[in-house]
C-alpha cells in the first residue's frame, strides 16, 4: 500500500537491489524448507488422499470427488461443521472485544501494575486444558457449580442453568470459555501494537487536552488497525481448533449437539479408518476457514499509516 | 458512564485519576476469574482423592506435599523436565532466528501478496495435527530422523511455527521507519548489520510476544511429542510424561495438580522476567518519532 | 527483479517438495512389505527365534501399562527376569490416544509389539488388516488357561486376535444407608419395574438426594443392555443383532421411551443436565450422598467403596444392573480389556513369548488380588469382595448390534440416549439410515 511511495527512491539504489534480493532469498531458504516440510507436504497429501479412499493400510485407491459429493448429503456431519462455525463466531467476537479492552486498560495503569495485569490475564493461556476443563465442568455444573450458586446468592434463581447440557446453550457456553482461554493471547498482541505507537503523537494529543477515550478513537484506535486484523485474522483460525476445549468439557454431548467438526475427522479416520473421508471434511473446513479470514479481512481494509 | 466523560474533560487532570482508579477497580475484579484456575490447581494439588471429591471447592484441611513428591519420584519428572527445556530452547531459538529472517526479508522485499501467502500457511494449519502428523511421520521415518532423540520433534515445532510467528513479526517490521533502513543504506552499512543493529532492538517487545506465544505451544503440545517418542523411553517431554498421572478408572486429580503446578511454575518464571523487555520496547519505540 | 526472485523461490518450494512427496510415497511400499510380513508369519517366526536364542537384544513397544495400577510394574520386572535380552519400552495406556498412536506409526511403518485393546471392539484394527492373527501360536496349552469360551470375544470369522484379560461389565454401586433411609430394600438383582419403583421410593422419600448418577458416556449403556434383553427368544436377538430388525420395531422404541421416561421423571442426577455430567461429577456427588445408586463398572467397584469408606459411607453395595428381559435373555452388555499384537510387528515370536506371560496363572492371579475379574482358571483367592464384582460375569454377551459398523457403534454408544430424549423422531431415522448403510457394506 506505501509501495508507490518508495518505488521511485528503489530505482536510485538499482546497483544494492541485487545484493538485497540475495540476502533476502537467502533469509527466506530455511523457512520455506521447514515449513515445506512441516506443513505443505502434508497438507498436499491431505489434499491427494481426499480424492482416495484409504483406510491405513495399504494402497490407496483413487475415487475421484466420491469424498466431497458424500460429505455434502452427510447431515450429521455438516451439522458438526455449524457446530464449529458458531464456536468460532462467538468466541471470535468475544475475545477480540475483550482483548482489545484488557489491553487498552492496562496501557492506562502504571508499568509495575501493568506488567501484574499482563501476567494475570495470559495465564489462562498457560493451563493446560485438562485442568481448565475439570475446573470449568464443575463451576458450570448445573447442581453445585460456583456459577448457579453465585446466582443463587444473588437472588437471581431465573437465570440458573445447567450450562453445559441444555441443547441452547451448550455451544454458546463452549464459545465464551474459547473466547475467556484465548483473550489472553490478543491482549498480548493487541498490547504490543499500541507499545509500537510513537509517544510523540500520544504528546501532541496531551496538548490538545484529549482525554484517554478521545485517545483511543481517535489515536491507538487507527492506528492499531493493521495489528488488529492481523490478530483477527489469527484468532478466527485459532477458534476453528477447537477440540481440546470441547473434548474435555462435554465430549461433544449431550448426543452430539455440541460435536465440532474436527471431533467429527478424527473419529472418521482413526475410529472407522475411513482417512480419505476424514481429508475431505479437513479440507472443506479449511476452505471455510479462509473465506472467513478472507472477508474479515476485506472488511478490516484500510491503508498503512506511515509515521 | 457518559456523564463521567464530561466530567473528566472538564476536570483533566482529577479526571484522569479517576478513570485509572476505575480502570484498576475493573482489571482487580477481572484478576479473580483469570487467576483462579492456578489457584484451584494450588489449592487441589494439596488435597488427597477423597477430599477433592467430598468437596471441591474447600480449601484443602492439612499441605499434603506428598502429591509433589509423588510426581517427582514417580512420575520422573526431573528427567521429562530437562527433555522439555532441551526442546523448548532449541525449538524457540530456531523459530526465533529463522522468523526474524524470513520476515525482515518478506518487508525489504516487497513480494506481492506475501500478507496472503502467509495467511493461506497460516491457515492450512486449521486441519487437525492429528490429520498432520500421518504425512509427517512417514516423511520423519523415511528420513531416519525419528530415532534421533528430540530432532523429529523440535524440527516439527520450528516448522508450525514459522508462518504465524514470521506474520507477527512482519506486522512489526512494518512499522519501523523507512527513513531508518534507507538511511542505513546509503551509509553503506550491509543489510545484516542493519538488522542486528537497527531494527531488532526496536522489535524488542514484538519478539518477546512472540516469544512467549510460541513457549506456551511448545511446552504444553502433546499428541506430536507422544506419536515421536512412541518407540523410545528416551527424550520424554513433560506432556507426554504427565498421561502418567491420567489414569482410565480414575483420574488422581490432586497428584496431577501437582504435576501440572511442577509444569507451568517454569513458564510463570520465565513470562515474569521477560515482563521487563516489553517496557524497554516502549521507550525504544520513542526514538522514533 | 522481484519477478525473478518470486521464480526463485517458487523453484526452490517445488524442489523441497518433490524432495518430501518422494519421500512420502517410497513410505507407501515399505507399507506394502509390512503388510506381506504379515502373511509370510513363518518366515518372521523363524527370523524371531534365532534372534531370541542367540541373545541379542531385542527391542519391544507395548502399549498397556496404566497408572495407578500395581501388577503391571511386577509384570514388567517379571519379564526382565524371565527373557533377560528383552527390551521392553512401556508407554501409558490412555484409551483416547491408542488408535490414533498405533495407526500413525503403523502408517509410517514403524511397529509396536503389544496393545491393549477391546476383544469385542476390534473392528476398528481388523477392517483395515492391522491386527495379527494369532490362531497359529494359540496352542492347547496356552489356550487352556482361558476359561470356555472365553476366546471368542476377540475371534472374528475363526481367527483369534484379541486375547482377553479381564472382564468387565455394568454394574450399581448402592450407597445402602441412603436406601434404608428411603425405605428401599436393596436386592442383588433388579428388575427393570423394581428399580424404577425404588427411584420412584427414594424421590419421594428423600427429595434431596438424587435416585441415580451415570456418567456421560455410560448413559447409553441402557440402551445396549435393552437392546440384548426385551427378545423373547436368543434367535429373535441374534437377528436384531445381525442387523435385520428394524430400530423402528415397536419393541425396541417401546424399551428406548421407558429409559427416556427415568430421564424425564427427573430420577437421574442432577435432574436437568444429566446426559453431560462428566466421571468425576458423578463421583463426587456420590461421595457426598448426593445420589443413591451409582453407575459403575465391575472392575472400578472396589476403589469406589475404599473411597466411600473414606468419605464415611461404610455400607456401599454393588448390585446388578436393572433388567427388562422377560424371556430367555437374561443378558448383560460387556467386553473385555484385551491385548493383540499389530500386524506389522517385527519380532512377532517375542511378543508372543511376552503375551504367553501376561496371559500366565501368575499373571491372572496377580490381577485377581487386585479385584480383577479375569476369564481364566485361576482361583479368586481370599478376596472376599471379590463376588460381588463377578456376579454377572457369566450373564455377558459379547456380540452387541454396536458391531454391525463402528459408526452405528460410536452412535448407539455415546449420542444415542441423548439425542433420543431431546428429538425421537430423528434419532429413529438416523438410526435406521446408519444399520441400513452397514447393511449394504456387508
Known amino acids: 500500500m506505501s509501495r508507490t511511495t518508495t518505488k521511485p527512491a528503489k530505482k536510485k539504489y538499482g546497483k544494492l537491489d541485487k545484493k538485497l534480493m540475495f540476502i533476502g532469498i537467502l533469509f527466506l531458504m530455511p523457512a520455506t524448507i521447514l515449513v515445506a516440510f512441516t506443513t505443505i507436504i502434508p497438507v498436499v497429501w491431505n489434499i491427494v488422499l481426499s480424492l482416495c479412499k484409504w483406510n491405513g493400510n495399504g494402497p490407496m485407491e483413487f475415487v475421484g470427488l466420491e469424498n466431497f459429493t458424500k460429505l455434502f448429503t452427510d447431515t450429521p456431519t455438516l451439522k458438526t461443521i455449524g457446530n464449529s462455525l458458531f464456536i468460532a463466531g462467538v468466541s471470535t467476537i468475544f475475545t477480540m472485544v475483550l482483548g482489545i479492552l484488557l489491553a487498552l486498560m492496562i496501557y492506562k495503569t502504571g508499568k509495575k501494575e501493568g506488567a501484574f495485569f499482563r501476567f494475570v490475564f495470559y495465564n489462562p493461556n498457560i493451563m493446560p486444558m485438562t485442568v481448565a476443563g475439570l475446573l470449568f465442568v464443575f463451576v458450570l455444573a448445573p447442581d453445585e457449580g460456583l456459577l448457579n450458586n453465585i446466582f443463587a446468592a444473588m437472588g437471581l434463581e431465573s437465570l440458573q442453568h445447567a450450562w453445559l447440557a441444555e441443547p441452547g446453550l451448550v455451544l454458546w457456553t463452549l464459545a465464551i470459555v474459547a473466547g475467556w482461554k484465548g483473550s489472553g493471547c490478543i491482549m498480548m498482541l493487541i498490547y504490543t501494537g499500541v507499545l509500537a505507537i510513537p509517544d510523540s503523537l500520544f504528546e501532541s494529543a496531551k496538548l490538545d487536552g484529549a482525554n484517554y477515550f478521545k485517545e483511543v478513537r481517535m489515536i491507538i484506535l487507527p492506528l492499531i488497525k493493521p495489528t488488529i486484523c492481523m490478530v483477527f485474522s489469527m484468532e478466527v483460525m485459532w477458534s476453528f481448533k477447537t477440540y481440546d476445549i470441547v473434548w474435555t468439557m462435554t465430549q461433544g454431548g449431550p448426543g452430539s449437539l455440541s460435536k465440532t467438526a474436527p471431533i467429527s475427522m478424527i473419529q472418521q479416520a482413526f475410529t472407522y479408518n475411513k482417512f480419505g473421508y476424514a481429508s475431505a471434511i479437513g479440507l472443506v473446513f479449511s476452505v471455510i476457514v479462509l473465506i472467513c479470514i478472507g472477508v474479515v479481512r476485506r472488511m478490516l481494509r484500510s491503508e498503512t499509516y506511515e509515521y | 458512564m457518559s456523564t463521567k466523560v464530561k466530567a473528566v474533560t472538564r476536570r483533566k487532570w482529577t479526571g484522569d485519576r479517576t478513570l485509572t482508579w476505575v480502570i484498576r477497580v475493573i482489571l482487580l475484579l477481572l484478576t479473580v476469574v483469570y487467576i483462579y484456575p492456578v489457584i484451584f490447581a494450588a489449592l487441589t494439588s494439596f488435597k488427597d482423592l477423597t477430599e477433592f471429591y467430598s468437596d471441591i471447592w474447600a480449601l484443602p484441611k492439612q499441605f499434603l506435599y506428598m502429591n509433589y513428591v509423588d510426581a517427582f519420584t514417580t512420575g520422573k519428572i526431573g528427567e521429562y523436565f530437562l527433555n522439555s527445556v532441551i526442546i523448548a530452547v532449541v525449538s524457540l531459538v530456531g523459530i526465533q532466528i529463522i522468523s526474524v529472517m524470513a520476515s525482515y526479508a518478506l518487508t525489504r522485499l516487497r513480494i506481492p501478496h506475501t500478507n496472503i501467502i502467509l495467511m493461506v500457511l497460516f491457515a492450512l494449519q486449521i486441519l487437525p495435527t492429528e490429520t498432520i502428523i500421518i504425512p509427517l511421520y512417514v516423511e520423519m521415518s523415511k528420513m531416519g530422523f525419528l530415532h534421533l ?50 531494527v531488532l532492538p526496536l522489535m524488542k517487545s514484538a519478539m518477546c510476544t512472540v516469544a512467549v506465544m510460541n513457549l506456551n505451544f511448545v511446552w504444553g503440545e502433546l499428541m506430536w511429542a507422544q506419536i515421536t517418542t512412541l518407540l523410545s523411553d528416551k527424550g520424554i517431554p513433560l506432556t507426554v510424561g504427565l498421561l502418567n498421572f491420567k489414569g482410565q478408572i480414575s483420574t488422581n486429580w490432586p497428584q496431577l495438580c501437582a504435576a501440572i503446578c511442577i509444569v507451568i511454575i517454569p513458564l510463570y518464571i520465565i513470562f515474569i522476567c521477560m515482563q521487563k523487555y516489553f517496557i524497554a520496547g516502549m521507550t525504544a519505540g520513542g526514538v522514533k518519532g | 527483479m522481484r519477478k525473478r526472485a518470486k521464480q526463485f523461490v517458487a523453484a526452490a518450494m517445488a524442489g523441497v517438495m518433490a524432495l518430501g512427496m518422494a519421500a512420502c510415497g517410497s513410505g507407501d511400499d515399505s507399507k506394502t512389505t509390512a503388510a506381506g510380513t504379515e502373511k509370510g508369519t513363518e518366515a518372521t517366526k523363524d527370523a524371531g527365534t534365532t534372534e531370541g536364542n542367540s541373545g541379542e537384544e531385542v527391542k519391544l513397544v507395548t502399549i498397556i501399562e496404566e497408572p495407578n495400577v500395581e501388577y503391571y510394574p511386577v509384570f514388567f520386572e517379571k519379564l526382565k527376569e524371565l527373557y533377560p535380552n528383552y527390551k521392553i519400552t512401556s508407554k501409558t495406556w490412555d484409551q483416547g490416544q491408542v488408535e490414533k498412536t498405533v495407526k500413525t506409526a503403523f502408517a509410517g511403518g514403524e511397529s509396536i509389539d503389544i496393545v491393549k485393546w477391546f476383544p469385542n471392539q476390534m473392528e476398528s484394527f481388523l477392517n483395515s488388516d492391522m491386527a495379527l492373527d494369532l490362531t497359529p501360536y494359540l496352542d492347547d496349552e496356552w489356550k487352556s488357561i482361558w476359561v470356555d469360551n472365553a476366546l471368542d470375544i476377540g475371534t472374528y470369522d475363526g481367527k483369534t486376535y484379541c486375547l482377553p484379560i479381564t472382564t468387565v461389565y455394568p454394574d450399581i454401586d448402592v450407597n445402602v444407608d441412603l436406601m434404608e433411609k428411603a425405605g428401599v430394600e436393596v436386592k442383588d438383582e433388579w428388575t427393570w419395574e423394581e428399580f424404577v419403583a425404588a427411584c420412584e421410593k427414594i424421590k419421594t422419600n428423600l427429595p434431596d438426594v438424587f435416585p441415580f448418577g451415570i456418567k456421560d458416556t455410560r448413559c447409553g449403556w441402557f440402551m445396549r443392555n435393552a437392546f440384548l434383553q426385551i427378545w423373547d427368544t436368543k434367535a429373535e436377538m441374534e437377528d436384531f443383532i445381525a442387523g435385520n430388525i428394524s430400530f423402528k420395531d415397536e419393541r425396541v422404541v417401546a424399551a428406548m421411551d421407558e429409559i427416556t421416561d427415568l430421564f424425564v421423571k427427573g430420577y437421574a442426577y442432577p435432574g436437568e443436565g444429566a446426559f453431560s455430567q462428566t466421571n468425576d461429577q458423578i463421583k463426587a456427588a456420590f461421595t457426598q450422598g448426593k445420589i443413591a445408586m451409582m453407575f459403575d463398572v465391575n472392575n472400578g467397584g ?101 458391531q454391525l459398523s463402528s459408526e452405528l457403534g460410536t452412535y448407539v454408544d455415546l449420542s444415542l440416549a441423548a439425542n433420543y430424549y431431546y428429538d425421537k423422531e430423528s434419532t429413529l431415522n438416523e438410526l435406521e439410515d446408519l444399520r441400513e448403510a452397514a447393511l449394504a457394506a456387508k
Open chain 2, 149 to 198: 532423540e528430540y530432532v523429529p520433534i523440535f524440527l516439527a515445532y520450528i516448522g508450525w511455527s514459522i508462518p504465524g510467528s514470521t506474520i507477527i513479526l512482519k506486522n512489526f517490521f512494518e512499522t519501523v521507519p523507512k527513513e531508518l533502513l534507507e538511511a542505513a543504506r546509503i551509509d553503506g552499512s550491509g543489510e545484516i548489520k542493519s538488522l542486528f543493529l537497527i
Open chain 3, 302 to 402: 472396589q476403589q469406589m467403596h475404599e473411597q466411600m469408606a473414606e468419605a464415611g459411607y461404610k455400607n456401599v453395595r454393588t448390585i446388578g444392573w436393572p433388567t427388562m428381559a422377560k424371556g430367555e435373555c437374561e443378558y448383560v452388555l460387556g467386553g473385555c480389556d484385551g491385548y493383540f499384537i499389530p500386524a506389522n510387528c517385527k519380532n512377532v515370536d517375542a511378543a508372543v513369548n511376552v503375551l504367553k506371560y501376561l496371559t500366565s496363572e501368575e499373571a491372572f492371579k496377580l490381577q485377581v488380588e487386585r479385584g480383577d475379574v479375569v476369564p481364566a482358571n485361576v482361583s479368586a483367592g481370599d478376596n472376599k469382595d471379590a463376588e460381588q464384582f463377578a456376579r454377572d460375569s457369566s450373564k455377558v454377551y459379547p456380540k452387541e448390534i454396536m
